[in-house]
């Protein structure tokens, strides 16, 4: 079966990028998208087909999606951006989501 | 505004069965595949299956296959997921989510844009 793999953690400094990269077979030949989950809360979408921000969502967010990396980032990375973040594919009729990313901004 | 609103936490034996039931508003209730998600405790989200609003159709994650059945009632706007014969692994937050499904696009595209504020499962003797 497809998997999406991502690793643990990754810190930023505030006003720095933030990469978050997701590994799959050939996942530039899917779309990837991106949900951010803060402590307590339900996921919410920050990044579909790839590189499209959902209405509302700041420009400091972009995807990229190529060969077998899908890679989130966070421009001028912000407090408030401190989160998981998962990445997720559709694939053979099913959804994938990646293992989560914590996001730690110190 | 679009909204999911889900049933509220369930505790429950292992070997029983629950269900959680999910009412959406603010939009055309059989436009829009409904999906379920879990994630247990400090764990990572998990996908359980969808459900076709519309058709009634559904499908599950190979892990749910025979022991999670999702359904919808379209004269209430409402969509069901059961999940039988628990155990303790099962404990965790149950969310639904809309889905958007596009197919004029370079790939099929599926994807997660509403989620319910979750309900919480606990499985315990």
């Known amino acids: 079966s497809y998997e999406l793999t991502q690793a643990p953690s990754v810190s930023v400094s505030p006003g720095q990028t933030a990469s978050i990269t997701c590994f799959g077979d050939?996942?530039?030949?899917?779309?990837a998208y991106w949900y951010q989950q803060k402590p307590g809360q339900s996921p919410v979408l920050v990044i579909y087909?790839?590189?499209k921000r959902p209405s509302g969502m700041p420009e400091r967010f972009s995807g990229s999606n190529s060969g077998n990396t899908a890679t989130l980032t966070i421009s001028g990375t912000q407090a408030m951006d401190e989160a998981d973040y998962y990445c997720?594919?559709?694939?053979?009729?099913?959804?994938?989501f990646g293992g989560g990313t914590k996001l730690t901004v110190l | 505004q679009v909204q999911l609103v889900q049933s509220g936490a369930e505790v429950k034996k292992p070997g029983a069965s629950v269900k959680v039931s999910c009412k959406a508003s603010g939009y055309t209730f059989t436009n829009y595949d409904i999906n379920w998600v879990r994630q247990a405790t400090g764990q990572g989200l998990e996908w359980m299956g969808w459900v076709n609003p519309n058709s009634g159709n559904s499908g599950y994650a190979q892990k749910f296959q025979g022991r999670v059945t999702v359904t919808r009632s379209t004269s209430m706007s409402t969509a069901y997921m059961e999940l039988s014969s628990l155990r303790s692994e099962d404990s965790a937050v149950y969310y639904c989510?809309?889905?958007?499904?596009?197919?004029?696009?370079?790939?099929?595209?599926?994807?997660?844009?509403?989620w319910g504020k979750g309900t919480t499962v606990t499985v315990s003797s």
């Open positions: 087909e790839d590189s």
């Open positions: 997720q594919a559709w694939d053979s009729s099913t959804v994938i």
């Open positions: 989510t809309r889905a958007i499904a596009a197919s004029g696009t370079a790939y099929y595209s599926y994807y997660m844009d509403v």
């Open positions: 050939k996942l530039g030949d899917k779309y």
